[in-house]
Each structure stands twice: as C-alpha cells, then as structure tokens.
C-alpha cells in the first residue's frame, strides 16, 4: 500500500531547516508513524516517496468564488479577475490555485505570497522532503460524510464540510481561551446554518467545547442540530486531500524538476520503438518473400531434375545436379528417352514406319503400329526382331499387342550409358565446349 508523509507546516516566514515540524507517516487510513522533528531529521528518518505539506492557516487564504463555463486555458485569467477586488496588494505577487468548477458554478480558490512559497518550497527540497502538494490547512482537515468538522489550530478556527470545501477564521490571539469570541460564535452560526451534525477535531479550547449553535440570540437556536462525538486526535492526517494545490509548475524547485534530458529521451526511446517495430515488419516481409523464391526454386528444380526425391536445399541440390552433368562430358543414361528411341529406331525392321502411338515412361518405350492396308500385323514380334533386340542389348516385350522396350539388364539394374547394350553418348560441339570450359575455369 502506498505511504504518504505528511506535514504541518508552520508559518512560511518562518521556516527553517532546522524548524521543528509536525508530521505524520500514513498509509491508507493509518498513521503508521507520527512526531515533531526538524526538517532535515525528518527525511532521515521517515524516508518516503511522496510528501504532501499542509500550508499554516495564516499563510493561505481560501475563498468561493462563481466561475462561468469557460475553457481551461481562460480559467486562470477569470480566476485572477474574480479574487482581484478581494485582494490587498497586487495580484501579481501571489501564487493563485482554483479547485474545479462545481455544477453550481461555485468553485473554490486559494492564494498566498509567491515569494514565501516559492521560498518554503525549495527549504523542503533542499532538506529531501520531495513535497508534490502544497495544501492549504484547512484542506487537510478529515471530510465528513455529513455535517461539518472543526479545528482549532494556532487561534484560526478551520472547518471543512461533506462536500470538501474549507474555511478558515482568524480569531485575536491577544484573547481569553475561555471567553467565546463574538466574531466567532456568528461565524459558527452562519457556518452551521445549514448543517444537521458537527463534530470537533483534538485540540479543543476552553470556549469551543462551552459554545452551543447562536450563542448570542437564543431565540435563532437553530433546530436539529447534533453535537457529534469529538474524533481522534490522529484523525487530522487522514483526511482525502484535493487534485488540486498551490504547488505551481512554475514554482517547483529545481532539484524536483524533471531532467531536461528527459523528454529528448522519452521521445528518441518512442523513435527506437517505432524503429524497431518497423525493422521487424520489414523482415518478416523479407522473410515471407524470402520463403516464396525457395518455393519457386523448389519446384523448378523439381521439374528439372525429376528424379531427386526430396528437394531440401534448392540452389545447392541443382548445382550438384548441374556439376553431375558437367562432368559427364554430356552422356546420358541408356533408359533415358532420346537413346532409347535411337535405339529402337535400329531395331524396327524394314517398312515398319507406320507407328500409331509412342508412350514412354518408367525408362520403357512403348511402340504400337498401325496396321497396313493388306491387313499385316506389324504388332507382332517376330524371330529376327527379338534377335536384333538381343543385339542391341535391348529388351522387347508384347504387352497388349504393343512392343515395350527396355535396356536389358541380367542384373535388373538400369544399363549404363555408353555400353554396347544400346546407350547414346552425346557428345558437345565446339562452341558449347568453349562456353562449358568458360564457366568451370578450364582451359580452353
């Protein structure tokens, strides 16, 4: 849970590192730690991340003023001109901070000497209490859910109602404790009118705790109106605090000033961000079209070189490929489709050029003859053409009224190229033995 230090701060005129200052650590509606020590004894010894200051009740005057619905950047101007009339000196001289317009029109605004609190400010600062708010003191003050509580601080009377608004008096401290001031009593009275409870925060003096509602004129009692049980004196640094406070941009210390570096680097950070993003993109873009060429590369060299089983590594799949045939000076296999067919050109006999169909595939060639208008058969496998096959190494099959044929093999294995038993060396031409010879690097 977070904790907040708290402190009560005495007049800003009197402020003073070694100034001796209540406080209290809290952390959520508990005070977890609370005393009076100086300043710098204070940050030592309750070191806390956030510290809000409440203002002494003589140093910041709270005042309700009507605002009409205008934008946020002519509230201040209107803020000014509306607290002007109740302004001593000159407006210029003080450090002014409005709460937000109520729907009433109705919004609450406090000013004090920009001197002193710029002053105060950075005496915090400079002893490492990183103060965020500077709250007037009434502000401070616990909110009731009903009714109104008071205080009684250094002869000011504060008040604070259900809806967070505050109120300071300042009372004579030239005057009995015991007596009720006159001034006060109507105060109260005024303050009260339309109350139903109120309630009264430790320390009490003499003539708070005898005063009852219209003192002065007991026929304008006013009707309905409870005393509630005094609160605890620990009360008085658990109040919600407001949005709001004296604790102007242009004010702020310059040790609790952010780095001026530190907006050139959020922005170069958002840049590196973007870039990086951006890099990514564009190589998942590279990558993706990166995979479509090996696609396409795959598949040309499937269409190629039909025979390999797996294509893993196109390029260098198709180069070995490539070399192979490099290297073999240009021969081909003998069940390849071209040697076959020159091959079974030799064994066809004589007057046999009526062919109908020709299919190969699987390293066989199958031939189909169509019949001649004497109705001789020239599907039929005769003596002299198995014995010419059996010359040319090949073997010769009737499959379906068709020759099938096939390197012949004892072995079953495919017939080499270049033997006696029917393969065709191709040999290169000059010109294509220069070009060769160009791209290995050999001698021409």
Request: charged content about 20%; hydrophobic content about 50%.
């Amino acid at each position: 849970m977070k904790t907040t230090l708290r402190l009560m701060l005495p007049r800003l005129a009197e402020l003073q590192p070694e100034t001796e200052t209540d406080f209290a650590l809290t952390e959520g509606q508990r005070v977890v730690r609370q005393g009076r020590l100086p300043l710098a004894a204070i940050a030592a010894a309750v070191p806390a991340g956030d510290a809000v200051a409440l203002l002494h009740p003589a140093d910041a005057i709270l005042a309700e003023i009507a605002l009409p619905p205008l934008p946020a950047h002519q509230l201040d101007a209107a803020v000014v001109n509306a607290i002007e009339p109740l302004v001593l000196g000159d407006v210029e001289t003080l450090a002014v901070a409005c709460g937000p317009r109520a729907a009433d029109g109705r919004a609450v605004v406090a000013w004090t000497e920009r001197a002193w609190l710029a002053r105060g400010w950075n005496l915090l600062a400079d002893a490492g209490l990183p103060v965020r708010q500077l709250i007037p003191a009434a502000l401070g003050l616990p909110q009731p859910q009903r009714g109104v509580i008071l205080a009684w601080r250094d002869h000011y009377l504060l008040a604070r109602d259900a809806a967070g608004r505050g109120a300071v008096l300042a009372l004579d401290p030239l005057a009995d404790d015991a007596v009720t001031d006159p001034a006060a009593a109507v105060w109260l009275d005024t303050l009260l009118e339309s109350a139903d409870e109120y309630a009264i925060l430790p320390p009490v003096p003499t003539w708070l705790q005898r005063w009852r509602p219209a003192d002065l004129d007991p026929a304008a009692a006013l009707s309905g109106l409870a005393r509630a049980p005094d609160l605890d004196p620990s009360a008085r640094w658990l109040g919600p605090l407001p949005a709001w406070s004296l604790a102007l941009p242009a004010l702020r210390p310059r040790r609790l000033q952010a780095s001026p570096w530190r907006r050139p680097l959020a922005w170069l950070g958002g840049a590196a961000a973007i870039w990086l993003l951006g890099l990514n993109v564009y190589a998942w873009q590279l990558q993706d079209e990166a995979q479509a060429i090996e696609r396409r590369m795959a598949a040309q060299v499937r269409d190629v070189f039909p025979q390999l089983p797996v294509i893993l590594d196109p390029l260098r799949q198709a180069t070995q490929q490539r070399d192979a045939l490099r290297n073999a000076g240009g021969q081909t296999d003998s069940q390849d489709f071209l040697p076959l067919a020159l091959a079974a050109a030799q064994l066809l006999p004589a007057g046999a050029q009526a062919i109908q169909t020709m299919d190969y595939q699987n390293g066989a060639l199958q031939l189909r003859f169509a019949a001649t208008a004497d109705g001789v058969n020239r599907n039929a496998l005769s003596a002299e053409v198995l014995s010419r096959a059996q010359q040319l190494g090949l073997q010769v099959d009737d499959v379906d009224g068709a020759w099938e044929i096939r390197p012949r093999d004892p072995d079953g294995a495919r017939t080499p190229a270049g033997r006696d038993g029917g393969g065709l060396s191709i040999q290169p031409g000059a010109q294509t033995t220069r070009d060769l010879n160009r791209l290995t690097g050999a001698p021409r």
